[in-house]
């Protein structure tokens, strides 16, 4: 009944669960079966890189979202380690799987019905990723930084490092518990009208000097400010801005 009520208000959601622990096959595909044409998934990615069950989720599945916790800090050679192995499209995933299936008990998703293009997007939460260095990194693999609203409690940028924008909204005052003003989701508003257009704003807080280039881009925002049932109406509201 959620799924149905979601995906009839919007065009998008971000699936969580997936971080804390891996979804049958069964699931993804019912969620692509209940979903209308065009409705996208975005995905948490698990420490189990290789499980790639998502993949079930065929057209409708989005970018997959990789959070690192606050005790995770830069390491160029980490990153770029990790980078490498992420799978650029489907049938790079299904190989990927199909490789260490072995060490999952239900086994890995080995199957997809096109060769269709992932995307990735990195949050983070340590400061020492504020630097030039990692935003290039992110450019060079065509990987998004999370524009994530922590209430100041973790670093905050804006630069574009992909072809694509994804933004966590966790909340404007305390996170996970405060919702968003019609102001500022005005504020909001006029961000994704930017970066959607391919453009940035005047005051966009940059950590590198490199500005976006221009183009149309898709942009995904999501609310996770659900601890008192704020993110459900503040998307609704953003998306009626948005349509306006």
């Given amino acids: 009944m959620e799924l149905q009520f979601a995906s009839g208000e919007f065009n998008s959601i971000e699936i969580n669960g997936s971080f804390y622990s891996l979804q049958r096959p069964s699931s993804y595909q019912r969620w692509h079966a209940e979903t209308p044409p065009g409705f996208v998934f975005s995905v948490k990615g698990a420490r189990f890189i290789t499980h790639m069950k998502k993949l079930c989720l065929r057209e409708k599945l989005g970018p997959i979202l990789w959070q690192f916790p606050p005790n995770f800090g830069w390491n160029p050679e980490r990153f770029t380690e990790f980078f490498e192995l992420l799978p650029r499209d489907t049938r790079e995933a299904v190989k990927l799987a199909k490789r260490h299936d072995d060490k999952l008990k239900a086994g890995a998703w080995t199957k997809t019905d096109a060769a269709r293009p992932i995307r990735h997007a990195v949050e983070i939460r340590h400061c020492t990723f504020m630097v030039p260095e990692f935003f290039a990194l992110l450019r060079r693999y065509n990987i998004a930084f999370v524009v994530a609203d922590t209430a100041g409690k973790w670093p905050y940028a804006e630069d ?62 999501y609310f996770d400010n659900d601890a008192k049932v704020h993110a459900p109406f503040n998307a609704k509201t953003l998306a009626k801005k948005l349509r306006d």
Avoid: C, M
Wanted: charged share 30%; aromatic share 12%; glycine share 8%.
């Fill in 160 to 221: 574009i490092t992909a072809d694509f924008v994804y933004g966590r909204l966790h909340g404007a005052e305390q996170l996970y518990v405060s919702g968003y003003s019609d102001h500022e989701l005005d504020w909001w508003a006029n961000r994704v009208e930017h970066w959607r257009k391919g453009k940035q704003p005047h005051d966009a807080k940059l950590v590198s000097d490199r500005r976006a280039k221009i183009g149309k881009r898709d942009v995904y925002v």
